[in-house]
């Protein structure tokens, strides 16, 4: 069915909803703005949980991802000095709590609490600067996922990244964690299951990813960052990826929103027809107007209303 061409949309279509599976669905319009490339693109928004997912996706998408896409950047290794600090500073967060020793992951490591010895994977892990971080902080069991990289390769002793799929690895996991990866996938219930399956018993899985609770998608529709069409295939409410995950068997630990000032000013970039400049973004803003929005960003993540949040699942012991 081709939803582009007739300019309205066919009575007869039959979107389910991938979160919650309701039939009920408002259809909306949006275009490609961090680049300009507009076209238009429909997305479905379920009147049951709220939740987003664009209705078709394009072939083939990665004329949308330019090539120099922040993920695929080249790793920034550290010196033996520095790893050696990294791994001070880890455990002074972790273990005494001094939160001005927070690097800038910590906050969901510190909810997470691995063990060094943990088995952790990122899935969508680009250019695995995160899982090197992580190594220099003393981690020594990471593995990457991303079908997209160049190949398999090793970045630091016991730092794998795979060209591909987790669930192609042989590989069993303490910690699953995906930054900012989970809404390019468009089969949710896909995903959490191979996640499921790829977690020892009792294991964590961490997905952060953009929520449609987000005020400032109530507020500004299209126009808002985080919609990031057509890139952006799926887009969970709270409610809805509580259910699907639930459905797969995982038990939902804790929610914590962890947006920005971004959601406001990148936003208004697009309400003035401007592409997304993550440099110069923010400059048409006073200091002052910019430490307004942080402060109001953080009232946003303390009320649920933030436009991204991290989810803490687990899977039972006995499932
Ligand atoms: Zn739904």
Redesign the pocket.
């Known amino acids: 069915m081709n939803y582009f061409s007739t300019g309205k949309m066919p009575i007869s279509h039959s979107t389910k ?6 039939s009920d669905q408002n259809f909306f319009k949006a275009k490609e703005r961090m680049l300009g490339l507009g076209g238009e693109f429909t997305y479905s928004e ?1 009147l ?4 987003l997912q664009l209705v078709t996706v394009p072939d083939d998408l990665s004329s949308y991802y330019p090539a120099g896409y922040y993920s695929f950047l080249e790793l920034n290794k550290s010196n033996f000095l520095t790893r050696a600090l990294k791994g001070l500073r880890i455990r002074a967060y972790l273990k005494l709590g001094l939160t001005f020793q927070a690097p800038m992951y910590g906050y969901w490591l510190r909810k997470l609490q691995p063990g060094f010895s943990a088995r952790i994977a990122d899935v969508g892990c680009g250019n695995g600067q995160l899982l090197y971080e992580l190594y220099a902080s003393g981690y020594s069991d990471l593995q990457g996922f991303d079908p997209f990289i160049e190949k398999d390769i090793q970045i630091a002793p016991g730092v794998k990244l795979w060209k591909g799929r987790i669930e192609d690895s042989a590989d069993t996991f303490d910690i699953i964690m995906m930054h900012h990866a989970f809404e390019h996938m468009d089969d949710p219930h896909a995903v959490l299951k191979v996640c499921f399956e790829k977690l020892n018993p009792g294991g964590k899985l961490l997905i952060r990813c953009p929520v449609a609770d987000a005020e400032v998608w109530k507020e500004s529709r299209e126009l808002w960052v985080q919609l990031d069409a057509p890139r952006h295939l799926i887009i969970p ?1 709270v409610k ?1 990826l509580k259910m699907k995950a639930e459905q797969v068997g995982f038990l939902l630990d804790e929610i914590e929103f962890d947006s920005s000032d971004f959601q406001f000013w990148a936003t208004e970039l697009y309400r003035r027809g401007k592409i997304l400049d993550e440099e110069k973004g923010s400059a048409f803003l006073t200091i002052k107007e910019r430490q307004s929005l942080k402060e109001k960003a953080l009232q946003y993540n303390q009320e649920g209303k933030g436009d991204q949040a991290c989810f803490y699942f687990r899977k039972p012991v006995k499932s």
């Open positions: 909803c991938k979160f919650c599976g309701s379920c049951s949980c709220g939740s409410t809805g």
